[in-house]
Structure formats: C-alpha cells, structure tokens
C-alpha cells in the first residue's frame, strides 16, 4: 500500500524557520516526481514545489522562491521542504504528494506561522 | 501564476448528473493532458478522481467522469450520491513548469 506520512508541522514565529519531511513506503520513490502543497484555513489547494527524481530539477511557486528548498533521499525515501524566513500567509496543512501534479497525498502537517 | 477558474459551487439531487468546469489558458490546460480532478471531504486530504483528463484511479466509481475542451476541462458526476458531497479541486500542469490549482468547487447534494 502506497503511504505518505508528513511530520515537522509546529507553531513558529514570522521569519522563523522549519523543516518538514515525509516518509514514503510501498512504491519505488526514486520514480517518481514528488510535490509539496498547501492548503490554507478555509482556503483551497496550492502547490508550492516539485522535485525530479534524481533531484536535477526544482520547481517552486513564485510565493516561496528563495525561501523554501525541496529536497529529497532516494535512499531513505523520504522527501523534505525547509522553509526559511516564514510569513504568517504561509500558515497552512502542506501535504507531501507523488507525482507533478500530486496524484497520491498524505494526510498533512499543519504549520502555523504566528507571533 | 494564476489559479484555474472553478464554479464556487454546483449543486443536483441524488440520481442526477452534474458539471463541474475548471477553466484556463492555452498556456495550462489548452496545452497539456495533464488535468486532475481531486475530491476533498472536511478535515480529510484531497483523493485523485480523475487523472491526466479523462483516466480513473482503480476504486473510484464510474460515476465520475473527465474531458477537456479547448482551454477547460469538466468533470460530470453522474448518478449523484450523499457521499459525493466535498469540495472538487482541478489541476494542471503548466508551460512555466509550475502545476496551478483551481480555486474549488462545493459540490452540494440537495
């Protein structure tokens, strides 16, 4: 069974930093794209970025260039987004998903960015 | 990077069929087949319905249907259910290498 859990949510100020990750498990992760999105309180989905399999190309929404790297361990199958210089609009449930356009998603982590 | 376009809302009464459009440009969806169709229920994540325009993940009923049109794609739900209501998320690729999102739309069954 294709599973993807998140952990690394937490509560941090503006500017602040954090790192979220994601453990995959029942497929072959070095396959694949995989895609972090986010979902605001109340709001709809948003993707944030994308990395190629062998990590040679990254893909970011314009909102967190500069900011957020995503980053991935074919070897530990786990995929990562640091987030630096934290803005309380990036308060949202990020997601870990397979594929470009996210085909299979875990259940979220919830980062809240707030004074 | 502009979200795709989505009917906040749609509503029909169980048996029946309704459409949902997410629109956008010859930049998005006029050049790739590469449209999603999410279904997301309160406090759950999004579930893939319909992917790459018209094919459908093993375990999602055949109720749900994709196509695309120019620069829009539509996903009908066929034989409404209770359990259809949630929010529905298009998506698709991009030539500027992003993936944009529609806004949603709530799908109510009356």
């Known amino acids: 069974e294709v599973q993807l859990v998140e952990s690394g949510g937490d509560l941090v100020q503006p500017g602040g930093s954090l790192r979220l990750s994601c453990a995959a498990s029942?497929?072959?992760?070095?396959?694949?794209?995989m895609t972090w999105a986010r979902q605001a309180p109340g709001k709809g989905l948003e993707w944030v970025a994308s990395v190629k399999q062998d990590g040679s190309e990254r893909y970011y929404v314009d909102s967190v260039k500069g900011r957020f790297t995503i980053s991935r361990d074919n070897a530990k199958n786990s995929l990562t987004l640091q987030m630096d210089s934290l803005r309380v609009d990036d308060t949202a449930v990020y997601y870990c998903a397979r594929g470009r356009a996210g085909l299979i998603w875990g259940q979220g982590t919830l980062v809240t960015v707030s004074s | 990077q502009s979200a795709l376009t989505q009917p906040p809302s749609a509503s029909g009464s169980p048996g029946q069929s309704v459409t949902i459009t997410c629109t956008g440009t010859s930049n998005d969806i006029g050049a790739y087949n590469y449209v999603s169709w999410f279904q997301q229920h309160p406090g759950k994540a999004p579930k893939l319905m319909i992917y790459?325009?018209?094919k459908r993940p093993s375990g999602v009923p055949d109720r749900f249907s994709g196509s695309k049109s120019g620069n829009t794609a539509s996903l009908t739900v066929s034989g409404l259910q209770a359990e259809d209501e949630a929010d529905y998320y298009c998506?698709?690729?991009?030539?500027?290498?992003?993936?944009?999102f529609g806004g949603g739309t709530k799908l109510t069954v009356l």
């Open positions: 029942g497929f072959v992760f070095s396959n694949y794209w």
């Open positions: 998506n698709s690729f991009a030539s500027s290498n992003d993936v944009l």
């Open positions: 790459e325009v018209t």
